[in-house]
T-cell receptor, first 111, second 118 residues
Framework: SQQGEEDPQALSIQEGENATMNCSYK?????LQWYRQNSGRGLVHLIL?????REKHSGRLRVTLDTSKKSSSLLITASRAADTASYFC???????????FGKGTRLHILP | EAQVTQNPRYLITVTGKKLTVTCSQN?????MSWYRQDPGLGLRQIYY???????DKGDVPEGYKVSRKEKRNFPLILESPSPNQTSLYFC?????????????????FGPGTRLLVL
């Protein structure tokens, strides 16, 4: 399987704390994206980072990419109850137009 | 409103009875894709299409067919469904292919189709 892996599989934190999720993948990539899914609904795109980038920010989101380790992390700062969802990374291998999703991290924000 | 629509949203069928799940987008997107989502396995790409009459296999194409006769539509066909195709299916579309993504717009996902094959 070419699937990536998110770590941890599940994460519970207090509202206001920061949440960090990690993603590892297997092949060299063109870009990596993070998505959010609320309870069985369609995925929502959060942020894209290209293979020649090391860090991206978008609001309370910070994404890093380490291509030498084939890994990425998603940091959500100052978490809110509305951040409760599953988070997936997705990669596009070089010279390909497939999209390969990881298995996801379930994030639960405690009030 | 920009959206990806799927029909039906829920479907119960029996083994071997051909079915089609429709997907339509109103954003003039070129790239369209089908995924299945299973517990513990995340999303897996079934087929994708770069444009009209151009389709390619994803990671799990066995047992599925697709067609792209019009830009807006990308139906998923199960010629002879089996119980292991019971899953949650998502259609998605984007203007640019994933190898050359537009940063502000990647994939838009449909609401999903829950399929149960008995």
């Amino acid at each position: 399987s070419q699937q990536g892996e998110e770590d941890p599989q599940a994460l519970s934190i207090q509202e206001g704390e920061n949440a960090t999720m990690n993603c590892s993948y297997k092949t060299s990539i063109n870009n990596l994206q993070w998505y959010r899914q609320n309870s069985g609904r369609g995925l929502v795109h959060l942020i894209l980072i290209r293979s020649n980038e090391r860090e991206k920010h978008s609001g309370r989101l910070r994404v890093t990419l380490d291509t030498s380790k084939k890994s990425s992390s998603l940091l959500i700062t100052a978490s809110r109850a509305a951040d409760t969802a599953s988070y997936f990374c997705a990669t596009t291998p070089n010279r390909d137009d497939k999209i390969i999703f990881g298995k996801g991290t379930r994030l639960h924000i405690l009030p | 409103e920009a959206q990806v629509t799927q029909n039906p949203r829920y479907l119960i069928t029996v083994t071997g009875k051909k079915l089609t799940v429709t997907c339509s987008q109103n954003m003039n997107h070129e790239y369209m894709s089908w995924y299945r989502q299973d517990p513990g396995l995340g999303l897996r790409q079934i087929y994708y299409s770069m444009n009209v009459e151009v389709t390619d296999k994803g990671d799990v194409p066995e047992g599925y067919k697709v067609s792209r006769k019009e830009k807006r539509n990308f139906p998923l066909i199960l010629e002879s469904p089996s119980p292991n195709q019971t899953s949650l299916y998502f259609c998605a579309s984007s203007f640019s292919p994933p190898s050359a993504p537009n940063e502000q717009e990647t994939q838009y996902f449909g609401p999903g189709t829950r399929l149960l094959v008995l």
